[in-house]
Structure formats: structure tokens, C-alpha cells
């Protein structure tokens, strides 16, 4: 202890004046030494685990957002592939959609066209055959009007009884009126 109370005296007033900046006050030393110690001692008892709590609670919690984080990137690769798939599988049935209808559209147009055809095709026969009903009725009608007139010319010979030049002028009108009609 005497050299404790050494060392806090003052020095006398000459060795104030003989200061330099290499000289070494024991005093100042003393107490800056003790001052720091006991401050690393409080700080080691109070401040430390403080701050050692609050460096490992924020550790932690870093470590909970990047594993967070890591979860979240995954689901969101995750959800893109499922879209990615979504989309093309969308893409691949919609193409299969025009492809459908491309082939039923083609379809759709043969069977109408061979309907057309068929309905042109029946649409002609029907014509050809009333055509040939109307040639057939007009052949027909034809036919008896000559056998009417073959037989009106057959009774005016028989009734007139004429000569080879009266026959002959009976046929030439017989002929002439053929023509008229």
C-alpha cells in the first residue's frame, strides 16, 4: 500500500516543469489502468451477455429469413415449372383444338360439297326425266294426231273416191297441214 500512496502523489513542482512528451506520470497510469479494468469488468458482467444475446437472437434470425427465403425460392421455382407445364400443356391442347377443327372444318366442306353434287346430280335426273315424260307426252299427242289425220285423210279417199291426181293433192294436204302443226 505504501507504494500505492506513492504512486498518487503529485510529483514536486520542478518535476512538473521537466515534463516531456515521452516522460511516463504514474498516477495518470494508475488510475486510467484501474478505471479500465473495472469497466471491462462491468462490461463483462452486464453489457457482454446483452450483447452477446442480441448477436446470436439476430444470427438466429437471419438465419430464419434465409432459410425462409430458400423455402420461397424453391416454391416459386416450383410454381414456374407447374406454370411452365401448364402453359404448354394449354399451348399443345390448343394447337390440338385447331387441328381438330381444321380437319372437322375440311370434313364439313367435302360432305357439303358432295351434297351439293349429289342434290345437282339428282336435281339433273329429275329434269332429264321430265324432259323425257314431256318428249314421251309430246311424241304421244304427235302420234295421235296423225293417226287422227291418217284417218280423217284415209275417209276423204274412201269417201271421194277420186282419181290418182285427186289422192295426190289429198296427200300433199294432208302433208301441209302436218306441217302447220
Known amino acids: 500500500m505504501p507504494l500505492l500512496l506513492l504512486l498518487l502523489q503529485e510529483p514536486p513542482p520542478a518535476a512538473a516543469e521537466q515534463f516531456s512528451p515521452f516522460s511516463i506520470n504514474t498516477g495518470i497510469m494508475f488510475w486510467t489502468?484501474?478505471?479500465f479494468?473495472?469497466?471491462c469488468v462491468?462490461?463483462?458482467r452486464l453489457g457482454w451477455p446483452a450483447l452477446l444475446k442480441t448477436v446470436e437472437e439476430r444470427e438466429a434470425r437471419i438465419a430464419k429469413q434465409l432459410a425462409d427465403a430458400e423455402k420461397a425460392n424453391a416454391e416459386a421455382a416450383r410454381l414456374l415449372e407447374q406454370h411452365k407445364q401448364a402453359l404448354d400443356k394449354a399451348r399443345a391442347e390448343a394447337q390440338e383444338i385447331m387441328t381438330s377443327a381444321?380437319?372437322?372444318?375440311q370434313k364439313e366442306r367435302e360432305q357439303l360439297l358432295a351434297k351439293?353434287?349429289?342434290e345437282q346430280e339428282q336435281l339433273l335426273e329429275r329434269a332429264r326425266r321430265e324432259i323425257e315424260a314431256e318428249?314421251?307426252?309430246a311424241i304421244q299427242a304427235l302420234r295421235r294426231e296423225a293417226v287422227d289425220?291418217?284417218?280423217a285423210a284415209a275417209s276423204r279417199l274412201v269417201e271421194a273416191n277420186l282419181?290418182?291426181?285427186a289422192n295426190r293433192r289429198l296427200v300433199l294436204d294432208y302433208l301441209g297441214t302436218l306441217e302447220r302443226h
Open 135 to 137: 318428249k314421251e307426252k
Open 42 to 44: 462491468v462490461l463483462w
Open 163 to 165: 282419181d290418182s291426181d
Open 37 to 39: 479494468g473495472l469497466l
Open 116 to 118: 351439293t353434287r349429289e
Open 149 to 151: 289425220l291418217s284417218i
Open 102 to 105: 381444321k380437319s372437322v372444318a
Open 33 to 35: 489502468l484501474l478505471i
